[in-house]
């Protein structure tokens, strides 16, 4: 039982208090973010042209339907590189696809700010590397007992050499 000093077995310990901000620089820095905010931002680009008021819309006819579909698989492909970066490459590369197909089948690919948008996220989405994790270091002196002492595992040539029950013996001069 505690005996409300907070040293009995069933006392809590306060946990450290976390940063927010630490917690989100970790989770944008593990993922493409910049790639995939580029792409998020073209595709909205790209899609909200054609969702013009009525009277203008009216002018465009059925061709904004393909801008909006473009603009919103631009808009998945972004999201889907912040939370599965591991299908980096396949948003990447669907992105600059779609922002090339943008130029010409929508508003000049959203005034051409859509699709230059969209290239630039697509490449940095596709050339995005997770970092590898630093390894720890080796404790001082190399990790030998005692300290000092040269132990080395014995290597694949340090054995004599086996005979293989498929060959044949190797001759020796």
Not at 9 to 30: F, G
Not at 99 to 126: C, K, P, R, Y
């Amino acid at each position: 039982m505690a005996d409300g000093t907070g040293t009995g077995p069933a006392a809590v310990r306060p946990r450290p208090r976390r940063h927010p901000w630490a917690a989100w620089r970790r989770w944008r820095k593990a993922r493409p973010f910049w790639g995939g905010l580029a792409t998020v931002l073209a595709g909205a680009e790209i899609s909200a042209i054609p969702l013009a008021p009525l009277k203008i819309m009216l002018h465009q006819g059925i061709a904004g339907i393909p801008s909006v579909l473009m603009g919103l698989v631009m808009v998945l492909m972004g999201l889907s590189a912040w939370f599965a970066p591991q299908y980096r490459a396949l948003a990447g590369v669907v992105t600059v696809m779609i922002a090339a197909a943008a130029l010409v089948m929508s508003n000049l690919g959203g005034f051409l700010f859509g699709t230059i948008l969209g290239v630039i996220g697509g490449g940095m989405v596709f050339a995005w590397q997770p970092v590898a994790p630093v390894p720890a270091p080796e404790p001082e002196g190399g990790g030998t007992w005692p300290p000092g002492a040269d132990v080395t595992p014995p290597g694949p040539h340090d054995a004599p050499p086996a005979h293989h029950p498929h060959l044949p013996p190797k001759e020796t001069r």
